[in-house]
Structure formats: structure tokens, C-alpha cells
């Protein structure tokens, strides 16, 4: 993990133990995403982390705030505002980025998104025509740890094409089945359009 600073104070990133720790009890869907959501799906570090992901569905926001009652947790209200999410207070559909930390003297550990949702469907936040049933939406590491199948999360990079999301595309495309990569391709293509990631992702991988 690495330690970074911030207009909004420093990051010292949680780990995968402690956010497992954290999380683990609550009932209802969660999910290591990010680049850590990659690594997991990868087997091994592909790079280091700023941050750690946690995603969890909209409909789910209060029971995972009550999760972690005595930290502080922020909003990203856009376009670049963070402010405090007050107890019981139902963020509204633009907000989908929460900062949370134990106090207000100590870094910001975790970073939890809020994704949408219809009766047994996960529904993207980018485009409500994409979604998939939530059984499918989640992997399981060997040690137990929840995290987004690896298309979604890259999906969800290749809006940003930052350098970062690049590492995890490149380290990911080999480990994505047939069906995956067409998954990923589709959806970049009706959200996206035009997009460099989409020829490495015509030629599908072998079923596995």
C-alpha cells in the first residue's frame, strides 16, 4: 500500500485483511473492486495502491454506513466536493463515491462505491441498459475475499484510460475467458464507442 496525499487529507490505504474484517459480517452483497479487485482475479501484486475499492449496491447504503458507525464517512458530491454523510441520511443517485476513515485524525483507509440495482439485477451506473444477474456479478478468491468479476471492474476503467487502468488490463486480458472478453468488448462498445482496449478484445481467449 502506499501512503498519499490528498487535498482532503492523506490516504493510508486499509488492507485486504482488515477490509474482509470489516465487512465480512454484514447481509447483504459486497465486493473488493478497483485494482485490488484485479489482482484477485489475476493470482499475484500487478502494482501498488493509492486506495481500496468496497462496492456494494445502492439499495444497501445504510446497512453498510451502520457497519462502521463510529467512522467517519465522507460523500463525493460532483463535481469534486467531499462532505459528511450524516446517520441515516439516503445519498441521492449522483453521489456513488464514499471516503471513510476512523477518526478525523487519522487517514482515509477505505473507499466504498454505491452501484445500482433492479430486483435480482445489477444494473451499471454508466449505462442502465447494462446488467447481469447479481449471482454473476461477484468472484470468490481461494481464501473466501468477495470481489467484482473482473470484466465489470474493467469496464468500468476503461472510461478513465488512466496509465494505471492500462496495468490492469494488460495484466487481467489473459486470464479473461471467451465469454468475459466478449462481455467486456459489448458493453465498452454500446457505452463507450470507439475504444483502444476493443481489438486485443476481438480475438477471444480460449474457453476455459
Same mark, same amino acid.
Do not use: N
Given at each position: 500500500?502506499?501512503?498519499?496525499?490528498?487535498?482532503?487529507?492523506?490516504?493510508?490505504?486499509?488492507?485486504?485483511?482488515?477490509?474482509? #474484517?470489516?465487512? !465480512?459480517?454484514?447481509?447483504?452483497?459486497?465486493? @473488493?473492486?478497483? *485494482?485490488?479487485?484485479?489482482?484477485?482475479?489475476?493470482?499475484?501484486? $500487478?502494482?501498488?495502491? *493509492?486506495?481500496?475499492?468496497?462496492?456494494?449496491?445502492?439499495?444497501?447504503?445504510?446497512?453498510?454506513?451502520?457497519?462502521?458507525?463510529?467512522?467517519?464517512? +465522507?460523500?463525493?458530491?460532483?463535481?469534486?466536493?467531499?462532505?459528511?454523510?450524516?446517520?441515516?441520511?439516503?445519498?441521492?443517485?449522483? @453521489?456513488?463515491? $464514499? +471516503?471513510?476513515?476512523?477518526?478525523?485524525?487519522?487517514?482515509? &483507509?477505505?473507499?466504498?462505491? /454505491?452501484?445500482?440495482?433492479?430486483?435480482?439485477?445489477?444494473?451499471?451506473?454508466?449505462?442502465?441498459?447494462?446488467?447481469?444477474?447479481?449471482?454473476? @456479478? *461477484?468472484?470468490?478468491?481461494?481464501?473466501?475475499?468477495?470481489?467484482?468479476?473482473?470484466? $465489470?471492474?474493467?469496464?468500468? =476503467? #476503461?472510461?478513465?484510460?488512466?496509465? =494505471?487502468?492500462?496495468?490492469?488490463?494488460?495484466? #487481467?486480458?489473459?486470464?479473461? !475467458?471467451?465469454?468475459?472478453?466478449?462481455? /467486456?468488448? &459489448?458493453?465498452?462498445?454500446?457505452?463507450?464507442?470507439?475504444?483502444?482496449?476493443?481489438?486485443?478484445?476481438?480475438? #477471444?481467449?480460449?474457453?476455459?
Amino acid at each position: 500500500m502506499v501512503r498519499t496525499h490528498t487535498p482532503w487529507g492523506v490516504w493510508e490505504p486499509a488492507t485486504l485483511t482488515e477490509v474482509v #474484517a470489516l465487512f !465480512s459480517w454484514l447481509p447483504v452483497h459486497w465486493w @473488493v473492486a478497483g *485494482g485490488h479487485a484485479i489482482e484477485l482475479a489475476v493470482g499475484h501484486p $500487478i502494482r501498488d495502491h *493509492g486506495d481500496i475499492d468496497v462496492l456494494v449496491l445502492r439499495r444497501d447504503q445504510l446497512a453498510v454506513r451502520r457497519a462502521l458507525a463510529d467512522w467517519e464517512w +465522507w460523500a463525493a458530491d460532483p463535481p469534486g466536493t467531499l462532505r459528511p454523510w450524516q446517520p441515516g441520511e439516503t445519498l441521492p443517485p449522483q @453521489v456513488h463515491d $464514499i +471516503w471513510c476513515r476512523p477518526t478525523s485524525q487519522q487517514p482515509w &483507509r477505505i473507499q466504498v462505491m /454505491l452501484d445500482e440495482s433492479h430486483g435480482t439485477d445489477w444494473v451499471s451506473r454508466r449505462s442502465a441498459r447494462l446488467r447481469r444477474p447479481l449471482a454473476t @456479478v *461477484g468472484r470468490t478468491s481461494a481464501d473466501g475475499t468477495p470481489y467484482l468479476a473482473p470484466e $465489470i471492474q474493467l469496464f468500468y =476503467k #476503461a472510461e478513465g484510460l488512466r496509465p =494505471k487502468d492500462e496495468i490492469d488490463f494488460t495484466a #487481467a486480458l489473459p486470464h479473461l !475467458s471467451a465469454d468475459q472478453r466478449r462481455w /467486456l468488448h &459489448r458493453a465498452i462498445a454500446d457505452t463507450y464507442g470507439v475504444h483502444p482496449w476493443s481489438p486485443r478484445l476481438r480475438t #477471444a481467449a480460449p474457453d476455459r
